[in-house]
Nanobody, 124 residues
Framework: QVQLVESGGGLVQAGDSMTLSCTVS????????MAWFRQTPGNEREFVAA??????????GSVKGRFTISRNIAKSTLATLYLQMNSLTTDDTAVYSC???????????????WGQGTQVTVSS
């Protein structure tokens, strides 16, 4: 069983930066594919970024070059997943969720484990 607890989020202005964190416990992060998804009202969840157990990463085209996914493994079953977001725009406003262990393709919003979600609002 994997537990995901997010922190961060809030209100920022366009052009600002923000970092989201997600504490991952219960399984070694080096064995997990972890990712961030985001969702706005009335829309489906959108893939943002993913990181593999070996450290490889992948990004949605809309955030590539602005967002960075990373993780810090504190011990065997405890880690923190980060999403560093730079040059934020109003289009980045959404509820962001950290996820782990994809059921199928990592870009599909079907994962076994989900965080509770955190609101990011970017004002113009």
């Amino acid at each position: 069983q994997v537990q995901l607890v997010e922190s961060g989020g809030g209100l920022v202005q366009a052009g600002d930066s923000m970092t989201l964190s997600c504490t991952v416990s219960g399984r070694s992060a080096s064995t997990l594919i972890m990712a961030w998804f985001r969702q706005t009202p009335g829309n489906e969840r959108e893939f943002v970024a993913a990181i593999w157990g070996g450290g490889n990463t992948d990004y949605a085209g809309s955030v590539k070059g602005r967002f960075t996914i990373s993780r810090n493994i504190a011990k065997s079953t405890l880690a923190t997943l980060y999403l560093q977001m730079n040059s934020l725009t109003t289009d980045d406003t959404a509820v962001y969720s950290c996820v782990a262990d994809p059921i199928n393709h990592f870009r599909e919003a079907r994962y076994y484990y989900w965080g509770q979600g955190t609101q990011v609002t970017v004002s113009s």
